[in-house]
Nanobody, 117 residues
Framework: QEQLVESGGGSVQAGGSLRLTCSAS?????????TGWYRQAPGKERELVSI???????TYADSVKGRFTFSRDNDKNIQWLQMNNLKTEDTAVYYC??????????WGQGVQVTVSS
């Protein structure tokens, strides 16, 4: 059974850093068309944070460019989101995702990130 498990969320002051980790089981990230992270802030729609596609290209939301970095270890089947210089507007639930994985999509349960001023 396909499963994504996130960890690394928490509370931090503005300007701080956090690293989110997502471990996959039941499938391989390399089998997917894209893997990455979304987030959803209270009262807002879920939005793309970063996605890494099968061509090896990483796309970031404009709001996080230069502050967030996506990485993935295919051997360990783990991906990360390094978040630096966090802002209060980065407060959200962050979701790990994988799409186009042999016709299936998967989402993690979400992890809370809270940034205080």
């Amino acid at each position: 059974q396909e499963q994504l498990v996130e960890s690394g969320g928490g509370s931090v002051q503005a300007g701080g850093s956090l690293r989110l980790t997502c471990s996959a089981s039941g499938f391989l990230f390399v089998s997917c068309g894209g893997t990455g992270w979304y987030r959803q802030a209270p009262g807002k729609e879920r939005e793309l944070v970063s996605i890494f596609n099968s061509n090896g290209e990483t796309t970031y939301a404009d709001s996080v460019k230069g502050r967030f970095t996506f990485s993935r270890d295919n051997d360990k089947n783990i991906q990360w989101l390094q978040m630096n210089n966090l802002k209060t507007e980065d407060t959200a639930v962050y979701y790990c995702m994988a799409v186009g994985c042999r016709g299936r999509n998967s989402w993690g349960q979400g992890v809370q990130v809270t940034v205080s001023s």
